[in-house]
């Protein structure tokens, strides 16, 4: 965090709101958890008497997506880490620096965008790219298992490429389109079997998760 932001958060924590539960990014907060973050209206008029430029974002998808995420790298993310997030201004990975930035205050974690060997890479995986990587191997004959590679995290794993483009179209954020639509054999299949299974990606990557961790 730069000297500014350290100063917003100060001021946050001043007023009784918890920012572990909040993100900082391009004079915005997102409220991660509403509940936890304990950041109320009246909160939100005195917070303003300071800094009456910086929006205050109260989105329903984003902390659908904050959920999903915490669940997913609870086990994943250490204290102290040094987090490599890709610079470029990516849907995508704009959205992997808002989730993550709460976390240099609950772990004290270092988010940087230059990638050294002890960095942590973030994948910019979602349950899609899971999903569909996991249908290729079964046409192809193959294992069905999880090939995670090294120091890296994959915050978005149970997260959709739909709710990812849900957000940003609802933000007035300025960013690279990164994630289209293609149509392949898997995606094919998947929206196939999505017709008679609901979340049937979830439930693909669930699967392969449990069979992983049984050794089935």
């Not at 490599?84 to 849907?91: F, K």
């Not at 709460?102 to 002890?118: A, C, V």
């Not at 978005?156 to 739909?162: A, D, E, I």
Request: proline fraction near 3%; aromatic fraction near 10%; include cysteine.
């Amino acid at each position: 965090m730069n000297k500014q932001e350290r100063k917003i958060i100060k001021s946050l924590n001043k007023i009784g709101v918890d920012t572990r539960f909040i993100s900082l990014y391009d004079d915005n907060i997102y409220i991660n958890n509403l509940k936890f973050s304990k950041f109320s209206h009246k909160k939100e008029d005195d917070f303003h008497q300071l800094y009456p430029h910086i929006k205050i974002v109260r989105s329903k998808l984003f902390q659908k997506i904050c959920i999903k995420v915490s669940r997913t790298i609870k086990n994943q993310i250490k204290p102290k880490e040094i987090i490599y997030i890709n610079p470029n201004q990516t849907d995508v990975n704009i959205l992997l620096y808002i989730l993550l930035e709460p976390y240099q205050r609950k772990y004290g974690i270092q988010i940087t965008d230059e990638l050294t060997e002890e960095c942590i890479q973030v994948s910019s995986k979602t349950l899609n790219d899971f999903a569909e990587e996991y249908i290729n191997l079964m046409i192809g004959g193959l294992l069905i298992s999880n090939t995670y590679e090294e120091k890296t995290i994959y915050p978005l794993m149970h997260v959709s490429n739909q709710l990812i483009i849900d957000w940003i179209n609802s933000t007035d954020i300025e960013y690279t389109k990164s994630i289209t639509k293609k149509q392949t054999t898997s995606t094919q299949i998947i929206e196939f079997l999505n017709k008679h299974i609901p979340n049937v990606q979830e439930s693909i990557v669930q699967s392969v998760k449990y069979l992983d961790e049984n050794n089935i």
